[in-house]
């Protein structure tokens, strides 16, 4: 990792990794690497519906800003239905202050969906439309979280590239699918 940080500079980065950039067109230029504050890493942005299955991840160097790909993430989903078309939608959508932007809160506006965000302390309208009900019920995705970083590629990033830790992702969510379908529980 410290060879890397060398090699990226203003003029870009050095030859080893311009060959992955070449080779992989959907791979980002900095590999959803960077510094956040628990140190050099990648975040990820996780959907899931309300009882904790995950719907659609993206992965992103650990400087960017949550709120940044709330747009990706969601369009990248589509919720199953009993009939038709999976829907492309949720119905409302709880996140933490983080996502307390009027970018976001006007797209989920445009787009139907209520959001369920509390406003931050310097926001106007404080507790404007805010339901704690189902903002409580937001612990399903941190237990999602838990459980993907229980899975030790995920907890301990091994692969290089974005594309094939974005992956292992997929494959552990394809895991946990296959564990609520084949469950003696249900």
Known sequence: MHRWLQCQGVQ???GRFKKSLEKYRAEPEDHALGRSKGGFGSK???VTDGSGVPLAVEVTAGQKHESGQVETVLDSI??????G?????PKQL???KAYSVHRIRQWLHAHGIR???PRKSNEKYQHRNFDEQSYRRRSVIEQCVGWLKEC???ATRFEKLALSFLAMFK???IERYLKIAFSDKT
């Open 12 to 14: 870009g980065l050095c």
């Open 44 to 46: 990820f942005h996780l």
């Open 78 to 83: 589509g919720i199953p239905q009993p009939i």
């Open 85 to 89: 078309r999976p829907r492309k939608r």
């Open 94 to 96: 709880a996140g933490d």
């Open 115 to 117: 959001p369920v965000i």
């Open 152 to 154: 030790r590629r995920i």
């Open 171 to 173: 494959l552990a969510m």
